[in-house]
């Protein structure tokens, strides 16, 4: 059992000190608070919403006096303006496209960030292979300048600039150390249980694969997740504008149907009292003083007396009901400008959207523009390296040279100063196609794990 747990913790172990890949950092993508939090907000507007026809129901009650004796309930329903559901719907469907296209552009900021920050590593890496060339080339011309020291060939202005080229180099390579190092840190925060970075170029598009990635150009639409959030944006606006208007179309304010309850045990009311009167039973216990009082009705026959007296409900069942309506009088109000209100928002937010789209397409364009014409450039320099680098060329180059070192030296760093010059330029290049991915949504979709070679297609 012992060795069963040592085993698992072995192999724990040794997952938690895999090195970092390509497929690791993008997946860090999804642990990220902010993801997490956009993808609950988008699932939060997908659930399907119930639109009622009413704003508001209400179960009123009046008590009418305080002997408890009669009591009104009422059901009231206050009904939705004209045109209010529908909007109410249109503005569902805005908030819920606005709240995935803002999943998309979330998804797409915490890859960009990531994709970034490995371009960088790998590239980094790359010009500190070539700087540790060019220092070994540099190195080797500072001997061969030693070695010529006294003789007439020799030049001290070339081994001072040698010298200066060398701790210029050097510094360099300090540099591209500690960038890389930076770099390795910025890392850890997004995948912090990995040992070593294994981020290669073989994950990125070549130069070639960009290049026919983009020769036809990139067409903007509602597909890009900028877009689709400005079109989010739009609607959403424009329904709001909807709902405040059909707001105004309240002409029903309220319907309502209701039960008067009446108690007869407790229901008592005042009466004028006569002599015929107080010889029913209903009366018989104000018979006594009435006599006394109109002297048996012979000396005052007209004499009358204001008694609380039992009353009864008689009404008929139907009566016991009724019904409550409230009508809006529009031609009385002041709202008579919300037509055009909705009509400036929804002009408003149509060019906002407009705008959006246009600066979305020029920036689109001018990426696109600088990514072919920085990889022609680099192209430029890549033949020239790789011209220098032909053996026959060296070959013909060293019989034209009468093998003088210092002149092969400076036609291989001549080589490495190209490719320096053309790695450079390709971080340039990836960082406008990683700007242009973002634009164009690659870096948003979930159906594909590697967006540099898949996301633009």
């Not at 890009?224 to 709902?243: C, E, H």
């Not at 010059?421 to 979930?446: M, P």
């Amino acid at each position: 059992m012992k060795n069963v747990t040592l085993i698992s913790l072995a192999l724990s172990a040794a997952a938690i000190a895999s090195p970092l890949t390509w497929e690791r950092l993008v997946e860090s993508a999804k642990t990220d608070p902010r993801y997490e939090s956009a993808e609950k907000r988008a699932e939060a507007t997908a659930t399907p919403r119930n639109l009622k026809l009413w704003d508001k129901i209400e179960l009123r009650y009046q008590l009418d006096g305080f002997s408890f004796a009669k009591h009104d309930f009422e059901l009231r329903v206050t009904p939705q303006a004209f045109g209010e559901r529908a909007a109410d719907k249109a503005h569902y469907e805005a908030a819920k496209n606005y709240q995935q296209a803002s999943f998309a552009v979330e998804r797409s900021i915490l890859l960009y960030d990531r994709y970034e920050r490995g371009v960088r590593y790998v590239m980094r890496k790359k010009i500190n292979e070539i700087n540790k060339q060019l220092l070994q080339v540099n190195s080797d011309r500072i001997e061969v300048l030693h070695l010529k020291a006294g003789s007439a060939s020799f030049s001290a202005e070339d081994l001072m600039t040698s010298l200066e080229k060398n701790a210029s180099l050097k510094s360099n390579l300090l540099s591209d150390s500690t960038a890389l190092r930076d770099a390795e840190l910025k890392l850890k925060i997004w995948v912090p249980d990995f040992e070593g970075v294994d981020l290669d170029s073989t994950f990125m598009p070549s130069m070639d694969e960009l290049a026919e990635f983009l020769k036809n150009g990139v067409t903007v639409d509602e597909n890009f997740p900028l877009v689709a959030l400005a079109k989010g944006k739009r609607d959403s606006d424009i329904s709001k504008a909807q709902q405040d208007a059909s707001k105004d179309r309240d002409y029903i304010s309220h319907v309502g149907i209701g039960y008067s309850l009446q108690i007869e045990s407790l229901m008592e009311k005042y009466k004028e009292l006569n002599c015929s009167d107080v010889l029913k039973p209903e009366y018989a216990k104000y018979k006594d003083e009435f006599m006394r009082n109109s002297g048996d009705c012979i000396a005052d026959p007209y004499y009358t007396s204001r008694k609380l007296v039992a009353d009864q409900d008689n009404r008929k069942t139907a009566d016991k009901f009724f019904v409550n309506l409230a009508f809006r009088l529009p031609f009385f109000d002041s709202n008579k400008d919300a037509s055009l209100r909705e009509q400036i928002e929804k002009l408003d937010a149509e060019s906002k959207y407009l705008d959006d789209v246009r600066e979305i397409n020029q920036k689109v364009a001018r990426l696109t523009e600088e990514v072919l014409t920085l990889i022609d450039q680099w192209k430029v320099l890549k033949d020239y390296a790789e011209q220098v680098n032909a053996s026959g060329f060296m070959e013909q180059f060293a019989r034209n040279a009468g093998s003088d070192p210092l002149l092969l030296l400076r036609a291989r760093e001549s080589a490495l100063e190209s490719d320096l010059k053309a790695a450079k330029l390709e971080y340039d290049i990836y960082a406008r196609y990683l700007a242009l991915l973002d634009y164009a949504g690659g870096l948003a979709r979930q159906d594909v794990t590697n967006h540099l070679r898949e996301g633009i297609r």
